[in-house]
C-alpha cells in the first residue's frame, strides 16, 4: 500500500531561511492538496492542483509560499525568508477527481522556525 | 463561507462506554461531511463521509454518525470504545459538487482510561 508520502518529517530552520517540503500522492490520483494545522486547531486549506494545474489559493498562502506541482506527480510547497508564526504541520492529500471528496493524508511534515 | 463547530476539545470516557462526539455545521447548501482521526504522529484517517441518502452513515472501526439537517449537526457515535480509540477527531465540511476544499473543525481530543 502505498500511501501519500511527505518528507522531510521534520524540520527545523532559522528564521529567515527558506525551506522546500516533498509531497508524493497517491500514483493514480490527479488531485493533490496542501493543507497547515496549528497547534489546537483543525487543519486549514491552502491550496491543490489538479494535475499540474493549480486551481485554487487560500488568503493564508502569503507571496512567500509557493507550490509546484510540475509534471502533475508529486508537488512541492517553499516558504521563502521564514516567520515564527509559519511554524506548523504542513499536511499534503490527494484523491482521485471523480472522488473528489475522499483525500487521502499524509503524515505530515512538522516545520519548527526558532 | 462555510465552518464547522466542535464544542468539545476534550472528552474522557472509560474503556467500554459509549461515545458521541458533536460537530455542528454552517453551510448553504447541502454539504459534504467528514470525520477524520489523527493519531499522533499520523497522518488523518478518514472514518466515514456523507453526501446524500441515509443519513445515518457506518464507517470504520465501529463507529457511526447521523447527519441531522434541522439541527446543523453531523455528530459521531460508537457504542463501545477501546483503549486505542484514544486520538484526536476531526469534524470537516466540503462544498457541495467538489467538496476540493475542506474546513475543519478545531478537533476533540479523546481520551480512554481503563
Known amino acids: 500500500d502505498t500511501g501519500v508520502s511527505q518528507d522531510p518529517r521534520h524540520k527545523i530552520t532559522k528564521r529567515g531561511q527558506n525551506v522546500t517540503f516533498r509531497c508524493d500522492p497517491i500514483s493514480e490520483h490527479n488531485r493533490l492538496y496542501w493543507y497547515r494545522q496549528t497547534l489546537g486547531q483543525g487543519p486549514e486549506f491552502l491550496t491543490y492542483?489538479?494535475?499540474?494545474?493549480?486551481?485554487?489559493k487560500s488568503r493564508l498562502l502569503s507571496d512567500r509560499f509557493s507550490a509546484e506541482r510540475p509534471k502533475g506527480s508529486f508537488s512541492t510547497l517553499e516558504i521563502q525568508r521564514t516567520e515564527q508564526g509559519d511554524s506548523a504541520m504542513y499536511l499534503c492529500?490527494?484523491?482521485?477527481?471523480?472522488?473528489?471528496?475522499?483525500?487521502?493524508f499524509g503524515p505530515g511534515t512538522r516545520l519548527l522556525v526558532l | 463561507a462555510q465552518s464547522v463547530t466542535q464544542p468539545d476539545i476534550h472528552i474522557t470516557v472509560s474503556e467500554g462506554a459509549s461515545l458521541e462526539l458533536r460537530c455542528n455545521y454552517s453551510?448553504?447548501?447541502?454539504?459534504?461531511l467528514f470525520w477524520y482521526v489523527q493519531s499522533p504522529g499520523q497522518g488523518l484517517q478518514l472514518l466515514l463521509k456523507y453526501f446524500s441518502g441515509d443519513t445515518l452513515v457506518q464507517g470504520i472501526k465501529g463507529f457511526e454518525a447521523e447527519f441531522k439537517r434541522s439541527q446543523s449537526s453531523f455528530n459521531l457515535r460508537k457504542p463501545s470504545v477501546h483503549w486505542s480509540d484514544a486520538a484526536e477527531y476531526f469534524c470537516?465540511?466540503?462544498?457541495?459538487?467538489?467538496?476540493?476544499?475542506?474546513?475543519f473543525g478545531t478537533g476533540t481530543r479523546l481520551q480512554v482510561t481503563l
Open positions: 453551510y448553504g447548501a447541502t454539504p459534504y
Open positions: 492542483f489538479q494535475n499540474e494545474a493549480q486551481l485554487e
Open positions: 492529500a490527494s484523491s482521485l477527481s471523480i472522488r473528489v471528496e475522499t483525500q487521502y
Open positions: 470537516a465540511v466540503g462544498a457541495y459538487g467538489t467538496a476540493s476544499k475542506l474546513t
